[in-house]
């Protein structure tokens, strides 16, 4: 399975998140971007699941997903489904 994205490092510093992603760094202002992980504990925060592929990260105790391309401001396009028929 190709993965979408390498997330290598989520940690947060209060309302930030500190993300590497792809080799490079980002900051994420947790109060644009998800109001219920910025209103979370920080053990709640530091309770989560990168998908397989990549392609996001799951909260499960405030049952919040984001998309890694959402974060990060890219776009990936969707494969092409082949049909039988």
Same mark, same amino acid.
């Given at each position: 399975?190709?993965?979408?994205?390498?997330?290598?490092?989520?940690? $947060? #510093? !209060?309302?930030?998140?500190?993300?590497?992603?792809? /080799?490079?760094?980002?900051? @994420?202002?947790?109060?644009? *971007?998800? !109001?219920? #992980?910025?209103? =979370?504990?920080?053990?709640?925060?530091?309770? $989560? *699941?990168?998908?397989? =592929? &990549?392609? &996001?990260?799951?909260?499960?105790? @405030?049952? *919040?997903?984001?998309? @890694?391309? /959402?974060?990060? &401001?890219? *776009?990936?396009?969707?494969?092409?489904?082949?049909?039988? &028929?």
């Amino acid at each position: 399975m190709d993965k979408a994205h390498d997330v290598q490092r989520v940690t $947060f #510093l !209060g309302t930030t998140m500190l993300l590497r992603v792809d /080799g490079k760094e980002y900051r @994420i202002d947790l109060t644009k *971007e998800s !109001g219920r #992980l910025a209103n =979370a504990t920080q053990e709640q925060r530091e309770n $989560f *699941e990168v998908s397989p =592929a &990549g392609y &996001g990260i799951h909260w499960p105790e @405030i049952d *919040e997903d984001l998309s @890694i391309d /959402g974060l990060i &401001g890219a *776009e990936h396009s969707c494969p092409l489904v082949k049909t039988t &028929g």
